[in-house]
T-cell receptor
Framework: ETGVTQTPRHLVMGMTNKKSLKCEQHLGHNAMYWYKQSAKKPLELMFVYSLEERVENNSVPSRFSPECPNSSHLFLHLHTLQPEDSALYLC????????????????FGQGTRLTVV | QKEVEQNSGPLSVPEGAIASLNCTYSDRGSQSFFWYRQYSGKSPELIMFIYSNGDKEDGRFTAQLNKASQYVSLLIRDSQPSDSATYLC???????????FGTGTRLTVIP
């Protein structure tokens, strides 16, 4: 266990559904990330929140909507998804520092396996 | 242009052998380099990080960095079946909020 918890672990949803993914950490980290992992593709950064402020949005379609109500919780709201959105969605957290130096590794949650039908 | 490139494998080595995993990156300003291991169905977990040119050893693992060649590698000595996993190379550039990941190399250690 890394201390980063994601729920649900598996999700099947129709293209017209609305669902939310949840990420929770109590490591005292104040930067949180959503990554998408598709087969045979590198991990893709979707959103970065630092001190509860969104600092990066990598041209993610508006059908994905993040929310960070506090430094311990991160949500990804999903609506009208497409089959190509099926993937493993990983949440990560790390202490906010000036760079990715020593002891600033990212801790990943177990991921949510999303299938859009 | 891919930021970080890895051979997707699969790479198969016999138990007890040395497994060599390679990674190249495109941004010369990259400063921090990480190797993550990901078992099937699990999340990535950090194995090693390296910042300076040369070798860094931790148990059976050795990370090697050559910034001039924009190349980073991971050697696993005395490979064990439990080392069978996908190994992800990740690179960070100064001032960026992101880690750029490669597609990963799938390693199989044959008993």
């Amino acid at each position: 266990e890394t201390g980063v918890t994601q729920t649900p672990r598996h999700l099947v949803m129709g293209m017209t559904n609305k669902k939310s993914l949840k990420c929770e950490q109590h490591l005292g980290h104040n930067a949180m990330y959503w990554y998408k992992q598709s087969a045979k593709k590198p991990l893709e950064l979707m959103f970065v929140y630092s001190l509860e402020e969104r600092v990066e949005n990598n041209s993610v379609p508006s059908r994905f909507s993040p929310e960070c109500p506090n430094s311990s919780h991160l949500f990804l709201h999903l609506h009208t998804l497409q089959p190509e959105d099926s993937a493993l969605y990983l949440c990560a957290s790390r202490p906010k520092t000036r760079g990715w130096g020593m002891n600033t590794e990212a801790f990943f949650g177990q991921g949510t396996r999303l299938t859009v039908v | 242009q891919k930021e970080v490139e890895q051979n997707s494998g699969p790479l198969s080595v016999p138990e007890g052998a040395i497994a060599s995993l390679n990674c190249t990156y495109s941004d010369r300003g990259s400063q921090s380099f990480f190797w993550y291991r990901q078992y099937s169905g699990k999340s990535p977990e950090l194995i090693m990080f390296i910042y300076s040119n040369g070798d860094k050893e931790d148990g059976r693992f050795t990370a090697q960095l050559n910034k001039a060649s924009q190349y980073v590698s991971l050697l696993i000595r005395d490979s064990q079946p439990s080392d069978s996993a996908t190994y992800l190379c990740a690179v960070h550039s100064a001032g960026a909020n992101n880690l750029f990941f490669g597609t990963g190399t799938r390693l199989t250690v044959i008993p």
